[in-house]
């Protein structure tokens, strides 16, 4: 069936730089688009940005984009999302979700909890 | 940015009573391009709606999107203890995509 699996958690210093996996079985990669979204405690959830996986062109949030990269890597089905310079309020969790046909975002990984702590 | 505003931030309903959910737009949502989701505490965002009014696969019949421009409804048309949840909207017709802040559905 259809999957996105995630990374784990992860705990980062200050400054420091997270790299967050999300591997895609169950469907045809090559063909999808992936978004990234995060959501802090107590905070609605966030758009970080999306992937179009085939030819790899990139949108992301205005006031992210100079610390924030979406990839893919189609040997192994794999979308990534690094976040540099990490501050405190990066602290969420993280979810990858894939477009796998002509509708919405059906696929959703299982999220993966970063925390930012000195 | 479009900010989405949903409303009301609770709804106290029995089971087998119909939901109304409203997703409001500070501009008008291109192409409608526009999605509803249920959530779970610890769990992953579910596909419900999508492009305003399109039901996601194996979704159920009794859960249904409408509206366009600025105004969206999502309607659970009889309420199953197993969708006592919060439910989001996202527009992704214009960057950056944005999301509503939930309407949670409890039981009364």
């Known amino acids: 069936q259809k999957q996105l699996v995630q990374s784990g958690p992860e705990v980062k210093k200050p400054g420091t730089s997270v790299k967050v996996s999300c591997k895609a079985s169950?469907?045809?990669?090559?063909?999808?688009?992936m978004q990234w979204v995060r959501r802090a405690r107590g905070q609605r959830l966030e758009w970080i940005g999306w992937?179009?996986?085939?030819?790899?062109?990139?949108n992301y949030r205005q006031g992210l984009q100079e610390r924030v990269a979406i990839t893919r890597d189609m040997s192994t089905d794999t979308s990534y999302m690094d976040l540099s310079s990490l501050r405190s309020e990066d602290t969420a969790v993280y979810y990858c979700?894939?477009?796998?046909?002509?509708?919405?975002?059906?696929?959703w990984g299982q999220g993966t909890m970063i925390t930012v702590s000195p | 940015e479009i900010v989405l505003t949903q409303f009301p931030a609770t709804l106290s309903l029995s089971p087998g009573e119909r939901a109304t959910l409203s997703c409001g737009a500070s501009?008008?949502?291109?192409?409608?391009?526009l999605a509803w989701y249920q959530q779970k505490p610890g769990l992953a965002p579910r596909l419900l709606i999508y492009?305003?009014?399109n039901r996601a696969t194996g979704v159920p019949d009794r859960f249904s999107g409408s509206g366009s421009g600025t105004d969206f409804t999502l309607i659970i048309s009889r309420l199953e203890p197993d969708d006592f949840a919060v439910y989001y909207c996202q527009q992704y017709g214009t960057s950056p995509w944005t999301f509503g802040q939930g309407t949670k559905v409890e039981i009364k």
């Open positions: 169950g469907f045809s990669f090559s063909n999808s688009a």
């Open positions: 492009d305003a009014s």
């Open positions: 501009q008008s949502v291109s192409r409608n391009y």
């Open positions: 979700a894939a477009r796998t046909g002509d509708g919405g975002f059906d696929i």
């Open positions: 992937i179009v996986i085939g030819t790899g062109n990139t």
